[in-house]
T-cell receptor, first 113, second 115 residues
Framework: GNSVTQMEGPVTLSEEAFLTINCTYTATGYPSLFWYVQYPGEGLQLLLKATKADDKGSNKGFEATYRKETTSFHLEKGSVQVSDSAVYFCALTLNTGGFKTIFGAGTRLFVKA | NAGVTQTPKFQVLKTGQSMTLQCAQDMNHEYMSWYRQDPGMGLRLIHYSVGAGITDQGEVPNGYNVSRSTTEDFPLRLLSAAPSQTSVYFC??????????????FGNGTRLTVT
């Protein structure tokens, strides 16, 4: 079946550290890939996306590249800030007789000043 | 600029009670959906709708009903609440006739506790 696996958290980093959150997927087809971010007490919001192989999504200093050969979409940021503390969700959307979105379990990030 | 609005924000129910979680969007999105968020499990799809009068089951539909009489509203009904339904519930919408690269827009969630 279709699924998304992302690294377990929590991840704790110091400000200005490099961030990587791993995400791999299994899909019977050619999905679009997304990273969503959830700040405390809020709903999820789109961080970035990629719709085809080798596309790079980027936003607010975050980047992720759609790697079809490794079925991965790892999230990276060169220098994290305290304000980046949140839960990050990797997701895929696939047309299975309707566009369904499947989420990973989420990775909580804590950034210390 | 409301987007997706969910009410209530918090709710406590006793086992066996029923209630309706409300969701409304003002973006004229055809696709609407309900997810539940549980620790370590991400978001799981409960029910979804691709337009008024059309609904379908997601991954975890048991114990929940939905209806879609208008484009704007997509209420989620708990028929007889159980402690296993303690969770945070999110409503999300998107344009249905776009390609699969269109993201979901989320409400701020309803935190439900069933005792």
């Amino acid at each position: 079946g279709n699924s998304v696996t992302q690294m377990e958290g929590p991840v704790t980093l110091s400000e200005e550290a490099f961030l990587t959150i791993n995400c791999t997927y299994t899909a019977t087809g050619y999905p679009s890939l997304f990273w969503y971010v959830q700040y405390p007490g809020e709903g999820l919001q789109l961080l970035l996306k990629a719709t085809k192989a080798d596309d790079k999504g980027s936003n607010k200093g975050f980047e992720a590249t759609y790697r079809k050969e490794t079925t991965s979409f790892h999230l990276e940021k060169g220098s994290v800030q305290v304000s980046d503390s949140a839960v990050y969700f990797c997701a895929l959307t696939l047309n299975t007789g309707g566009f369904k979105t499947i989420f990973g379990a989420g990775t909580r990030l804590f950034v210390k000043a | 600029n409301a987007g997706v609005t969910q009410t209530p924000k918090f709710q406590v129910l006793k086992t066996g009670q029923s209630m309706t979680l409300q969701c409304a969007q003002d973006m004229n999105h055809e696709y609407m959906s309900w997810y539940r968020q549980d620790p370590g499990m991400g978001l799981r799809l409960i029910h979804y709708s691709v337009g008024a009068g059309i609904t379908d089951q997601g991954e975890v539909p048991n114990g929940y009903n939905v209806s879609r009489s208008t484009t704007e509203d997509f209420p989620l009904r708990l028929l007889s609440a159980a402690p296993s339904q303690t969770s945070v519930y999110f409503c999300a919408s998107r344009n249905a006739d776009s390609l699969q690269g269109t993201p979901l827009h989320f409400g701020n969630g309803t935190r439900l506790t069933v005792t």
